[in-house]
């Protein structure tokens, strides 16, 4: 299994999840060690939610599968996402 991590984790959608995954861990694993961070993950959850949407604002975390910050010229031609071809 061969994955570009350095482009997936480009895409917002994928850099939120994989955040929202490791600060769950977090507290799963203190939780388990019974160690009771002063801030609840909840709190945690939102900043960062928070600070991933202000990198999106600044332009700092866009679509991976484009150069720049604008679709390609193929993708303008699309109204509705294309579709995986059937094999």
Do not use: F
Not at 28 to 45: D, H, N, T, W
Not at 73 to 84: E, F, G, H, N, S
């Amino acid at each position: 299994m061969n994955i570009n991590w350095k482009l997936r984790l480009g895409n917002k959608i994928t850099l939120t999840a994989v955040i929202m995954a490791i600060i769950s861990l977090v507290y799963q694993i203190l939780g388990m060690a019974r160690i009771v961070p002063p801030i609840s993950e909840s709190q945690m959850i939102e900043t960062a939610g928070m600070v991933i949407n202000l990198l999106v604002l600044l332009g700092i975390v866009t679509d991976p599968t484009t150069e720049g910050v604008s679709d390609s010229p193929k993708a303008l031609t699309y109204d509705q996402p294309k579709q995986k071809e059937q094999p």
